[in-house]
DNA sequence: TAGTGGTCTAGACCACCCC
DNA sequence: GGGTGGTCTAGACCACTAA
């Protein structure tokens, strides 16, 4: 059913901006039921393909979708899927008073507690990605009594904390000194850098900055 | 439906990596038809919520592996859209011989002609990004007779040539001298650069670079 | 207010795939 | 083989919104 519309787009019978026939017609027209029309062109909108309008109608979208999808792997599981082996090391642990710049980020009262973590993952014990992480002590209290020697926080949390809403950015950092040191590269270099903050029903539950080592390219398709 | 299904995770009723009861069951459970709570849960499943298999049943993922998605505008609205104003200029223009390594990116025959562009986009007279462009002349012929002196090879591919596929790559690089120049950047300043390829049917249509300017960054919620 | 998409029901058959 | 999800039907009512 999706397909055959795709193919009347694809062949030209319903050019870009041309409106389609209403979900009866087009039910009529294809021998079928108008709730299957309905799914199918349904899914065309969450595919870009399709617009819709209540009592206007539904629209071949004119500028295609410039939407991207990724998706955001463990680390350990993208580096094993290159068929590398992965390493970690935890550089840092710490439990402090949260930053004035990450209260804002994650909504915290002020003195809020945060245990801070700094690791490196490794991929055949090349340094692949430093992470600088923070975790809201108040959110997620078990964080205080786990020492993630053995295992990365990502690891820990994935398994761990649900998160309802996330915010994620991307960005070119020149390396700062100790970020260079542990990826192994010079100072200054371009470091792609991925940011990613999660809440819990409003609460900040934590926040991670990721620096991967040179030449590292994040790609999708679609 | 889906909400009350989503109330339950987030409760804990079905904590991550929780079977949920069939679809028959959850049915009747919620007093509603069968084929209602399929739809929900299929739609769970591409917010990367559930993982289902037949035979097997569904599952609340353990590790969710959830998707970002970005919306990619046109340079032109992104910048307009901060409240500045758009500038444009043109900085080169050249039919060409497809280079090996686009050869390759495009899937084109040894020859083929391609247009290359380079163009700044502005955003209040400050340089924010440098589109590197080559389109391939067999795939849009219309391209080698248009100046580009105006409308951007962004503006005017989106509303010349549909697509089919896409690939879209983000990195971090260090400024060129030339880049850096247009940027103006410093020499190896950290640039977030995006390149995204596209393929009509199989055959590549055309290829860009985009460098931002210095700090840039993307940022998507989910 | 009329027409469109949005959602639901109750039932049916099919495809897959683990056991 | 049997239980799971995948998909479809035919019909119904609701919600939104342009005219």
Redesign the pocket.
Known sequence: ?KKAILERIRAGTWPPGAS?P???DLAKEF??????V?????EL?TDGILE???????RVRSAPTRRAEFTIPLIREEIIATGAQYGYALVEREIQIVPVWLRAQLDLPAKARVLRLCCVHFADNVPFQVEDRWINLSAVPEAASFDFEETGPNDWLVRKVPFTNAELSFSATGAQPRIAEMLGAAHGSAVFTLERTTWLEGAGVTFARLHFAPHYKMTTRY
Do not use: Q, W
């Open positions: 059913m389609l209403g979900e009866i021998g079928c039921a108008r709730a299957t309905s799914r199918a062109m349904r909108v819709r309008r209540r009592k206007v109608g539904t």
